[in-house]
């Protein structure tokens, strides 16, 4: 049956980049959804002007409450979901070694990894997380726990196993040998990549290949991991690791990988080129599938490099402040062409909100000195949680906006201060209001291909189905 959603309709149309994403946002207060018996859109506009179906669609009347394409979080990490807010005694190396690598390693309990994939998938649906890009476990049998309680909710999930070959004693459980990181990144593909459906274009799940970043790893798992992609690419098989997070001057993170590999830059490692000098020594692992996070301390380089092959950033302001990372320059990131959509990073971010992210997005830029400091437009927050992370998912003619023709994502939220707001200053104004940004209640129910929301269910094999809190 056909569905009708009533509300107030925001997105931002079309396929804008962000700088244009003001021109782009289309706001209609009294507006209706018209979805198909496939879950794509067949009429987003004015409710007068809606098409006559003859009574035969289902109306889900949200008014006075907003309608929204559901948020995408393009990084956010499985095994971390117990591990917010929690005290390194330091920045992002010794963060990692005294809290991460050890709370990690408690998921190769499978009926720890079982619980935290149900707490998992919950976050996200209170969240209105309905897409994501997440880190995932080094174990198999957690990693499965997680597709299959993703599977049950109808959510769209890319993940992989976290791959280290190296690294200190306090991550030696999560650390396989060279020869079992290529098999078992394999058969997560093999077993889990477009699994719901068989079709890489219809599948709600789908599987990347994961080195968590390069001092996790040696050039010869960089080798291997490039010639295992290089051969199921044309699968729809993605990429995603951390580049750039800390600069602290000598033992930070990017100074770390610069000394390890003797390289020019720190993405020439992920771009085939991780021998000494930036000589190539692999495929390259950068694509218009590719997620790399945080990317805050970029070379002019790296992100000519990331817009030429269509790597996107994942943007993660929230656990940057957290761990004292540091602001990525809003200004020439932007004006490199590069994709950026908003990350959670939950772990080392300690909030699952993307409207949160987005708050944080525009204090921090705000705040960077000089001729630097940008007000970002709502719009371009929006857009930031919403199209450009469908973008960096390489799935932007599916969803992530409300145009015709595209899969009926979508999160209701319904907070009074907007609507206050919305009335007195109107759109821009609502967006930036808080209660966008900060509320442990936001979505109220949220949509995945517009398929009747229900707390918990089953999702049978090859068809979408709604969530809701």
């Not at 107030?8 to 149309?13: E, R, V």
């Not at 295992?228 to 993170?253: A, F, I, M």
């Not at 971010?349 to 970002?376: N, Q, T, Y």
Request: aromatic residues 8%; hydrophobic residues 40%.
């Amino acid at each position: 049956m056909s569905q009708v959603h009533l509300g107030h309709i925001l997105h931002i149309g079309g396929n804008p980049a962000v700088d244009a994403a003001a021109e782009a946002l289309v706001s209609i207060p009294d507006g209706a959804l018209l979805v198909d018996d496939d879950g794509r859109i067949t009429f987003c506009g004015r409710r007068s002007d809606l098409p006559d179906d003859d009574g035969l669609a289902q109306v889900h009347d949200h008014r006075p409450g907003f309608l929204l394409p559901g948020f995408v979080d393009t990084h956010i990490h499985f095994p971390q979901t117990y591990s917010g807010d929690s005290y390194g005694g330091g920045q992002l190396l010794e963060w990692l070694n005294s809290c991460i690598f050890p709370a990690e390693s408690r998921f190769a309990d499978p009926e720890f990894a079982q619980r935290a994939a149900v707490e998992f998938c919950d976050r996200r649906i209170a969240a209105g997380t309905t897409a994501a890009m997440v880190f995932g476990s080094a174990f198999p049998h957690a990693q499965d726990a997680l597709f299959t309680e993703t599977h049950k909710r109808g959510l769209r999930i890319v993940s992989g196993r976290g791959i280290q070959t190296v690294g200190p004693d306090s991550a030696a459980a999560l650390i396989t040998s060279e020869d079992d990181a290529i098999r078992l990144t394999r058969e997560e593909i093999d077993k889990w990549h477009a699994a719901d459906t068989g079709d890489v274009g219809t599948a709600l799940l789908h599987v990347a290949i994961v080195p968590r970043f390069s001092l996790s790893v040696t050039v010869e798992t960089l080798k291997s991991l490039g010639e295992l992609y290089d051969s199921v690419r044309d699968r729809g098989v993605y990429v995603h690791t951390h580049l750039n997070e800390n600069n602290r001057p000598g033992t930070g993170e990017v100074a770390s990988v610069i000394e390890s590999y003797q390289v020019d830059s720190y993405l020439d490692t992920y771009d085939g080129k991780f021998l000494p000098g930036s000589a190539v020594g692999g495929k390259t692992l950068l694509g218009r599938r590719t997620i790399l996070a945080h990317a805050v301390h970029c070379q002019d380089g790296e992100l000519a490099r990331m817009a030429e092959t269509g790597t996107s950033i994942s943007h993660c302001p929230v656990s940057q402040l957290f761990l004292g990372s540091g602001t990525m320059p809003w200004k020439r990131t932007v004006a490199s062409g590069v994709n950026i959509a908003a990350g959670t990073d939950f772990g080392g971010g300690d909030e699952w909100l993307i409207p949160r992210v987005l708050g944080d997005a525009f204090k921090v830029h705000i705040s960077e000195p000089g001729d630097d400091g940008v007000s970002m437009h709502p719009a371009e927050m929006l857009f930031l949680g919403t199209l450009a992370g469908a973008r960096a998912l390489d799935m932007e003619d599916r969803f992530g906006n409300f145009d015709v023709g595209k899969e009926a994502d979508l999160v209701v939220v319904d907070p009074p201060e907007c609507r206050h707001s919305m009335r007195r200053y109107g759109t821009a104004c609502a967006l930036m209001n808080p209660k966008w940004h900060g509320t442990s209640c936001f979505s109220r129910c949220s949509w995945v291909c517009a398929r009747t929301p229900s707390p918990k269910f089953t999702c049978a094999a090859g068809g979408c189905r709604g969530v809701s809190t």
